[in-house]
Nanobody, 129 residues
Framework: EVQLQASGGGLVQAGKSLRLSCKTS????????IGWFRQVPGKEREGVSC????????YYADSVKGRFTISSDKVENTVYLQMNDLKAEDTAEYYC??????????????????????RGQGTLVTVSS
């Protein structure tokens, strides 16, 4: 059974850092891509970052490039999102989702169709200014 669980959110001041974790089970990170998304009520979902063994480099949305870093630990089956220099506009619910690891999957992050089983519950990040 595919499972993903995001954790690590919290309340932080602007300029500080948080590290989110996406614990996965039921599949191998060698064969699938993991994307991080965020959503604010009333706004569209935003694809934040993605990592896939089929792509040469991780993907980052322009809004987080240079501040966020995605990484994976295949022993722990966990994907991390290190978020530095947080801004008030980073406030959102963050969640991770899985997709097949085809080449080019990460740049298409905002076009992923997420079934209920392909995404985990989110973790709330609140950045105070």
């Amino acid at each position: 059974e595919v499972q993903l669980q995001a954790s690590g959110g919290g309340l932080v001041q602007a300029g500080k850092s948080l590290r989110l974790s996406c614990k996965t089970s039921g599949f191998s990170l060698d064969d699938f891509a993991i994307g991080w998304f965020r959503q604010v009520p009333g706004k569209e979902r935003e694809g934040v970052s993605c990592i896939s063994s089929a792509d040469d480099r991780p993907y980052y949305a322009d809004s987080v490039k240079g501040r966020f870093t995605i990484s994976s630990d295949k022993v722990e089956n966990t994907v991390y999102l290190q978020m530095n220099d947080l801004k008030a506009e980073d406030t959102a619910e963050y969640y991770c989702a899985v997709a097949g690891s085809a080449r080019g999957i990460c740049p298409l992050l905002n076009h992923w169709t997420l079934s209920k089983s392909a995404r985990g519950q989110g973790t709330l990040v609140t950045v105070s200014s």
